[in-house]
């Protein structure tokens, strides 16, 4: 059983870029959620993916989008890249919703310039 | 205000010492989840909690739904318990909002 993997591990961006940033959930695992964490910290939930449909989202502006694909992997969307929004992006897979234990990727560092 | 907060924020414990750390948190939950955290950002997921208590190990996380409070405890602490303990709320309803404390550090010295 393969855990929740995220690539890439680091990557280097400019202000105003766009960036895709991918998750593997757990072998057996329909559910994605993605979360920010910015240097010191608590992360921040972004959005949550359940079978392809979104199913809860943060406060984060339009600019952060999201896709699940038919093997629940998902991928992160952030359109014109801002200086805060560099920090640290998880993702947790787990089997379904409410009841769940959620399985952390272990992130990709995501740095704006 | 934070829906989640965490005490203490740091917490520096000689090796063997028993330690608690706490959240309180202000909004209706379906489930608590307690979170370590080490350098370099990799989360592990250490308990999930509705009710009442569970063990695993050293450790041991309580929760009273009626205060709003959860307690995680290290028992008989050792060094590679430092680490960053994050609590973190699953929002009951439909809204499907998670909210997470800012963490406290844990360092155990030898």
């Known amino acids: 059983e393969t855990g929740v993997t995220q690539s890439p591990t680091h990557l280097i961006k400019t202000r105003g870029q766009q960036v895709t940033l991918r998750c593997s959930s757990q072998?057996?695992?329909?559910?994605v959620s993605w979360y920010q964490q910015a240097l010191g910290q608590g992360p921040q939930f972004i959005f949550q993916?359940?079978?392809?449909?979104?199913?809860g989202r943060g406060n984060f502006p339009p600019r952060f989008s999201g896709l699940q694909f038919p093997n629940y992997s998902s991928e992160l969307n952030v359109n014109a890249l801002e200086l805060d929004d560099s920090a640290l992006y998880l993702c947790?897979?787990?089997?379904?919703?409410?009841?769940?234990?959620?399985?952390f990727g272990p992130g990709t560092r995501l740095t704006v310039t | 205000k934070n829906e989640v907060e965490q005490s203490p924020q740091n917490l520096t414990a000689q090796e063997g010492e028993f330690i608690t750390i706490n959240c309180s948190y202000s909004?209706?939950?379906?489930?608590l989840h307690w979170l370590q955290q080490h350098p370099g950002g990799g989360i592990v997921s250490l308990f999930m909690?509705?009710?009442g208590k569970k063990k695993h190990g050293r450790l041991i996380a309580t929760i009273n739904i009626q205060e709003k409070h959860s307690s995680l405890h290290i028992t008989a602490s050792h060094p590679r318990d430092s680490a960053v303990y994050i609590c973190?709320?699953?929002?009951?309803?439909?809204?499907?909002?998670?909210?997470f404390g800012t963490g406290t550090s844990l360092t155990v010295i030898p």
């Open positions: 947790a897979s787990s089997a379904g919703l409410a009841g769940s234990e959620q399985y």
């Open positions: 072998s057996g695992h329909n559910t």
């Open positions: 993916y359940y079978r392809e449909e979104k199913n």
């Open positions: 909004v209706g939950i379906s489930a």
């Open positions: 909690l509705s009710s």
């Open positions: 973190a709320v699953r929002s009951g309803g439909t809204g499907n909002q998670f909210y």
